[in-house]
């Protein structure tokens, strides 16, 4: 079965300080793992992929992850949260359907 | 990246009516795609997955003779609303992908609201 969990619905963080979100996959092959940012009423946009290689993936906006193997994780982090980041952030995976995780909606506090 | 054109971008239509949403792969062949509703303040939920020529294949829970899917060729699927009602009012969104596993492009979204 293919599935992917984002256990934290809601984080809140003040702005200049580092971020990460959680997810955690489960695939039976090496999955191909995503984030995504959304703002309200927008569509997807995307931060950031890993398909193989180097398991730490840069990406836009000053976004990296980190694919952990070991622990079936694709956490996302960001050193330095700014305003603009406040938005609903997904993690999806791609093995035989693209399926995304719950969504975590992050506030930034000035 | 590859750009996929989802059409409308809202709509609104009376309860019974039913709605075609349009989604097209701009510069690339989409063998696969898929549609996802999301409600307000929740995660994309899959609708169904569809390979071109072929019947799609729905998930669990979602009504294939309310929700028709065609991918009648390597660019465009459709998704037809059919006697829409206001709970199927949604954000619904489209994306393809080009062969096998790998990255999918997303359409913009069509926000449906059913009165």
């Known amino acids: 079965a293919q599935s992917v969990t984002q256990p934290d619905i809601h984080i809140t963080v003040s702005e200049g300080a580092s971020l990460e979100l959680r997810c955690n996959y489960s695939?039976?092959?090496?999955?191909?793992l995503f984030w995504y940012v959304q703002s309200p009423g927008q569509g997807l946009q995307l931060l950031l992929k890993?398909?193989?290689?180097?398991?730490l993936v840069q990406g836009i906006k000053g976004f990296e992850a980190e694919f952990k193997r070991s622990q079936s994780s694709f956490n996302l982090r960001k050193p330095s949260v700014h305003w603009s980041d406040a938005a609903e952030y997904f993690c999806?995976?791609?093995?035989?359907?693209?399926?995304f995780g719950t969504g975590t909606s992050l506030t930034v506090i000035p | 990246g590859a750009v996929v054109s989802q059409h409308p971008s809202w709509v609104i239509c009376k309860s019974g009516t039913s709605v075609k949403i349009e989604c097209r792969s701009l510069?690339?062949?989409?063998?696969?795609m898929f549609w996802y509703r999301q409600f307000p303040k929740q995660s994309l939920m899959l609708m169904a997955t569809?390979?071109?020529?072929?019947?799609?294949?729905?998930e669990q829970g979602v009504e294939k003779d309310k929700f028709l899917i065609n991918h009648a060729s390597l660019t465009l699927s459709t998704l037809t609303v059919t006697s829409a009602h206001p709970e199927d009012s949604s954000f619904y969104i489209c994306?393809?992908?080009?062969?096998?596993?790998?990255?999918?492009?997303f359409g913009q979204g069509t926000r449906l609201t059913v009165v």
């Open positions: 999806a995976v791609d093995g035989n359907q693209f399926y």
């Open positions: 510069d690339f062949q989409a063998t696969t």
């Open positions: 569809s390979n071109e020529g072929s019947k799609a294949t729905y």
């Open positions: 890993y398909f193989s290689g180097d398991t």
């Open positions: 695939y039976g092959a090496t999955p191909y």
């Open positions: 994306s393809a992908r080009d062969g096998g596993r790998g990255q999918a492009f």
